[in-house]
C-alpha cells in the first residue's frame, strides 16, 4: 500500500515535467507554508526551481486561495471553481463563528465584504496590510483577527484569491478579474470529478480518506465514489483505487520533504509513514518538513537562513548510503530555493 501511494503521489517512479502536472495529479496541494508548497513540487519533479512555482502563479495556471479544510491550497485554476464551489459552503458557519466572536454580525460583515470588493476592483491588487488600511479608513473594525477572518470568508465565498506576489507575500484580488467569470458547477458531477481526482493522487484510500482530505461529510464522500464506482477496484483490506492503474513502483530514494508535505495530509491515518513518531512531526497544527527513506519519516530539518537545509539528529538508524544521499538532497534543496 505504501509504495502505491507514493508512486500515486509522485514521490516514486517518473517524476512530473511542470508544476502544474503537480497539482493535477495531488488536485490540491496545502499552502498556507509557501515554501513548503513549493518544496511539494520540487520533490516530484526534477530540475525545477521555486522561481518555475511562482512562475505559474504570475500566468494564472496555478493559483492559491482558501479551499478543503478551510486552509490554503495550491490548485490548478482551471479546478479552482468547482472545489470552491464544493468546499466554500461547507465552511460559512465556521467563518460566520469566527467573526461573531470578533464583534462582527452577519451584516457587519456583508459590508466589510462589499467595502473590500469595491476597493480591490478600483485599487486592486493589495496586500493583506493595505486592504486592512482601507477597511479602517472607512470604519470598520480591524482589530484583533477580524481582518484574516473576513478575508477568510470572502475566499470561501469564491470573492478573492491570492493573486500576484508583492515583496514577500502575495497581494490579494478579485477572482473574478484574475480568473475570469467562472463556469457554472454541477455538484454531483463534481463530486465524482473529486473522486476521481482524488484516488489518482492518493489511492489506495477509502471514503473517510476522502472525506477529510477534502473537508467534506462522509455522505458527499460517499456520493463521489458511487458516481465512478465503475471505474473502482475493491480491496480485500478494505480500501478502494482506480482499476487499469499501473504497478506500483519501487520505493524512491531518500527525499527531503518540506512542511505541510501532501505525503502527511492525505488520508485519516499518517501512520504508514510516520509510525510511532507522528509527535516529532506534527504539533499544534504544525507540520515539519521531514527527511523520507525507504517511504518512512526518520528525521527533521529546516532551512536556515544563510546556511541552508540542516538535518536534524534522525529518530531512527539510518545507513549510510542514505545519509550520502541525503546530502545530496540538501544541495539540491539549495538549489531549488536559490533560483
Request: hydrophobic share 45%; aromatic share 4%.
Amino acid at each position: 500500500m505504501l509504495a502505491e501511494r507514493l508512486t500515486a503521489q509522485l514521490l516514486a517512479g517518473e517524476p512530473a515535467r511542470t508544476p502544474e502536472a503537480v497539482a493535477e495529479r495531488l488536485l490540491a496541494i496545502q499552502a498556507q507554508d509557501a515554501r513548503g508548497a513549493r518544496l511539494a513540487v520540487r520533490a516530484r519533479t526534477s530540475g525545477l526551481t521555486a522561481a518555475d512555482v511562482d512562475r505559474a502563479l504570475g500566468e494564472r495556471s496555478l493559483v492559491i486561495t482558501t479551499l478543503n479544510r478551510g486552509t490554503l491550497h495550491l490548485v490548478r485554476s482551471e479546478d479552482y471553481p468547482w472545489l470552491r464551489a464544493l468546499t466554500g459552503p461547507t465552511l460559512e458557519t465556521t467563518a460566520l463563528s469566527r467573526l461573531a466572536g470578533e464583534g462582527y454580525a452577519p451584516d457587519a460583515a456583508g459590508r466589510a465584504l462589499a467595502h473590500t470588493e469595491r476597493t480591490l476592483a478600483d485599487e486592486g491588487p493589495l496586500t493583506r496590510a493595505v486592504l486592512r488600511e482601507r477597511l479602517a479608513a472607512a470604519g470598520f473594525a480591524t482589530e484583533g483577527q477580524r481582518v484574516p477572518h473576513l478575508l477568510f470568508l470572502a475566499a470561501i465565498r469564491g470573492l478573492v484569491v491570492r493573486g500576484p506576489v508583492a515583496g514577500r507575500e502575495q497581494a490579494l484580488v478579485l477572482a473574478r478579474d484574475w480568473l475570469g467569470e467562472p463556469p457554472p458547477v454541477d455538484r454531483d458531477a463534481a463530486l465524482a470529478e473529486l473522486a476521481r481526482r482524488y484516488l489518482k493522487g492518493h489511492g489506495p484510500a477509502s471514503d473517510r480518506d476522502l472525506a477529510r482530505w477534502a473537508g467534506l461529510p462522509l455522505r458527499d464522500a460517499r456520493a463521489g465514489l458511487a458516481a465512478i464506482a465503475s471505474r473502482l477496484a475493491e480491496r480485500p483490506d478494505g480500501l478502494v483505487d482506480l482499476r487499469k492503474r499501473p504497478p506500483a513502483a519501487p520505493l524512491p530514494p531518500p527525499r527531503l520533504l518540506g512542511a505541510f508535505e501532501p505525503l502527511l495530509l492525505g488520508w485519516a491515518s499518517r501512520e504508514p509513514v510516520v509510525g510511532e513518531h507522528e509527535g516529532r512531526l506534527v504539533a499544534g497544527g504544525i507540520f515539519r518538513a521531514f527527511a523520507l527513506v525507504r517511504g518512512r519519516a526518520v528525521a527533521t530539518w529546516a532551512v536556515r537562513d544563510g546556511a541552508g537545509p540542516e538535518l536534524h539528529e534522525p529518530f531512527v538508524p539510518v545507513a549510510r548510503t542514505h545519509l550520502r544521499a541525503l546530502e545530496r538532497e540538501r544541495a539540491d534543496v539549495a538549489r531549488f530555493l536559490s533560483a
